[in-house]
């Protein structure tokens, strides 16, 4: 009977059975936790990147100078730049610097000056330089000197490359602005002269319907003496334009 069973299922359940089945014991996930400890810090060239502090394709370097070539060297002027005890005296950055070394860059939050050219155009062998590293130059008081100054560093090789690089990278970009300049020009001068066909063509429609004349011939082929007064008008005008 049913109660019965019910009494019979209970012995059942005191005696240490479990009518409710056991579920399998979820897999363990393949994804390890990160031993950092964070897991929103990713290392540039990682795949799917949550964050990062920087572009990965910029150059060693402050985020407030160039980061790209699209934008040229950043020269800020300043009213007073900071000035750092160097020896004796305090010195800064001055800015005619700019103007005798065009290459020049200056970071306001790491107060120190940086090399357009070897940052962004260096071959991929050249040699480590103070001017391309994330710190930059700043010993003001070596900046004019003939070693370890900005004399000594255009003079180098892998500066000379990195300008000859930077020069051609100007040339071509001017090269293919003048080209699409002169295409953009083109375009326009054709888009102009289309619509003034259209105006003539729409004015003669108009003043044919207006007269209340026919516009087409019986024969509109070239050999034809009478091919309506739609074309004859149109060839009329076109020999004063």
């Given at each position: 009977?049913h109660?019965d069973r019910?009494?019979?299922?209970?012995?059942?359940?005191?005696?240490?059975?479990?009518?409710?089945p056991?579920?399998?014991?979820?897999?363990?996930s393949?994804i390890?936790?990160?031993p950092?400890?964070?897991?929103?810090?990713?290392?540039?060239?990682?795949?799917?990147?949550?964050?990062?502090?920087?572009d990965?394709?910029?150059?060693?370097?402050p985020?407030?100078?160039?980061?790209?070539?699209?934008?040229g060297?950043v020269?800020?002027?300043?009213?007073?730049?900071?000035?750092t005890?160097?020896?004796n005296r305090?010195?800064a950055?001055n800015?005619?610097?700019?103007?005798?070394?065009t290459?020049?860059?200056?970071?306001i939050?790491r107060?120190?000056?940086?090399?357009?050219?070897?940052?962004?155009?260096?071959?991929p062998?050249?040699p480590?330089?103070?001017?391309?590293?994330e710190?930059?130059f700043?010993?003001?008081?070596?900046?004019?000197?003939?070693?370890?100054g900005?004399?000594?560093?255009?003079?180098?090789?892998?500066?000379?490359?990195a300008?000859?690089?930077?020069?051609q990278?100007?040339?071509?970009?001017?090269?293919?602005?003048?080209?699409i300049?002169?295409?953009?020009?083109e375009?326009?001068?054709?888009?102009?002269?289309?619509?003034a066909y259209i105006?003539t063509?729409?004015?003669?429609?108009l003043?044919?319907?207006?007269q209340n004349?026919?516009?087409r011939?019986?024969?509109?082929?070239?050999?034809?003496?009478?091919?309506?007064?739609?074309?004859?008008?149109?060839?009329?005008?076109?020999?004063?334009d």
């Amino acid at each position: 009977t049913h109660w019965d069973r019910t009494l019979s299922d209970k012995d059942k359940q005191s005696e240490g059975g479990d009518l409710t089945p056991h579920s399998a014991e979820p897999p363990e996930s393949p994804i390890s936790a990160d031993p950092t400890g964070s897991d929103d810090i990713f290392q540039c060239g990682a795949q799917n990147p949550v964050q990062t502090s920087k572009d990965c394709s910029a150059p060693a370097g402050p985020d407030d100078i160039s980061q790209s070539r699209a934008g040229g060297p950043v020269q800020p002027v300043l009213k007073v730049f900071p000035k750092t005890q160097h020896g004796n005296r305090k010195r800064a950055l001055n800015e005619s610097w700019y103007r005798d070394y065009t290459w020049l860059e200056y970071s306001i939050s790491r107060d120190s000056v940086f090399c357009y050219a070897c940052r962004h155009f260096s071959l991929p062998n050249a040699p480590s330089s103070v001017f391309r590293t994330e710190t930059g130059f700043s010993n003001w008081k070596k900046a004019l000197c003939k070693e370890g100054g900005f004399k000594d560093h255009s003079q180098s090789e892998h500066h000379r490359n990195a300008m000859f690089a930077w020069k051609q990278h100007e040339m071509a970009t001017q090269t293919k602005s003048c080209i699409i300049d002169s295409i953009n020009k083109e375009r326009e001068k054709k888009m102009m002269e289309n619509q003034a066909y259209i105006k003539t063509i729409a004015e003669v429609l108009l003043l044919t319907a207006t007269q209340n004349i026919s516009q087409r011939g019986h024969r509109e082929s070239e050999d034809s003496d009478n091919r309506g007064n739609f074309l004859a008008i149109l060839e009329e005008i076109a020999k004063h334009d």
